[in-house]
């Protein structure tokens, strides 16, 4: 569906044009290029957008990337983004169109520097239990390895999450051969709190599935919540020791409205739809993530890792193409919104590239929101 472009805020934001390099080879790429019809095996755009619209350029241009998840580890940026494909899958609420089979970790020195392009870190083919879609993954690190966490279709086409261990934050990953014990659908998002503990969240709908674990197992059937009753709710776990597995049977995150009353299902501007991300500022909770149909990133905070979350307003506004996910990291003493949008293809919506911004909190802890188009 067509995105409304919406431009109600105004600030200064940074203007990256960030360039991409193949593998770890010195020679780039410009960000404005369309992935290389050669390598990449891709069409050239549709449609040109006018680039001085957008606020950002895409960090790399080879590939085509989505759903960055960024980290710093020992003093780096690392993005684990999915990686998207062409394919002759035809667009349908299920997402098969989005048949993502690796992925790739990016790495930078700092905002405005050349983009390092690892190479393929986990391929499906080094999943044994998954089918196909290796959709949006998310990493982390603990007593110096690193742990890559995925979500994939098993062999009855459902769902699950996965995790692949390394030594290097660029992998390669080695991929356990079984999903997750109790795991189910997509977006999984870890956050490690100052304690040392390390929570696990993850959940979306339609194409994720989310709708159709309501009575606690998988069923054929969607799901909804009626329009007077509170809209399907992101999970939380917390993770074993070992990382492995969950150390609980996973739970509700509640997302409500500064009354206290759980957002309802029919409130598409500010429910729960997916991608979501947890940020700590100033000793609170930041819950951010996507509302889907209305293609905003929304945030709410919290006291505890569990929730419940606040609605507090808009981190990003809607992006071109019709998905929107992001994650946000601090860095070198400034905070940073990686996000991606449709800008290489021309609006291609499973096909898109990853950016970077700065992201604001005020003093009274609110963020302000980012306009990343000008109509």
Known sequence: MPLPLRHCFSFTLL?????GCQDKSAESTPATAAPDATSAGVAPPKVIYDRNKFINQPLVSHIYTAD???HVFNGRLYIYPSRDIPTDKTPNETGDHFDMRDYHVLSLEKPGDPVVDHGVALTLEDVPWASRQLWAPDATEKDGKYYLYFPAKNKEGIFQIGVALSDSPTGPFNAEPEPIKGSFSIDPAVFKDDDGSYYLYFGGIRGGQLQRWTTGTYSDTDAYPASNQPALS?????LSDDMLQFAEVPRDVLLQDEGGTPLLGTDNNRRFFEAAWVHKYNGKYYFSYSTGDTHYIAYGVGDS?????????????????????HSIVEYQ????????DAQLSGGETHLRNIKVT?????DDGSIQPIVPYSN
């Not at 203007?15 to 360039?19: P, Q």
């Not at 003493?333 to 990686?338: I, Q, S």
């Open 15 to 19: 203007g990256l044009l960030l360039l």
């Open 305 to 325: 890792p569990y929730g419940p979350f606040t609605y507090k307003g808009i981190v990003l506004t809607p992006v071109l193409g019709w998905t929107t996910h």
């Open 333 to 340: 003493g400034k905070w940073y919104l990686f996000y991606h």
């Open 234 to 238: 992101p999970k939380i776990a917390r």
């Open 68 to 70: 960055p998840s960024a």
């Open 358 to 362: 700065e992201l604001v909190h005020h």
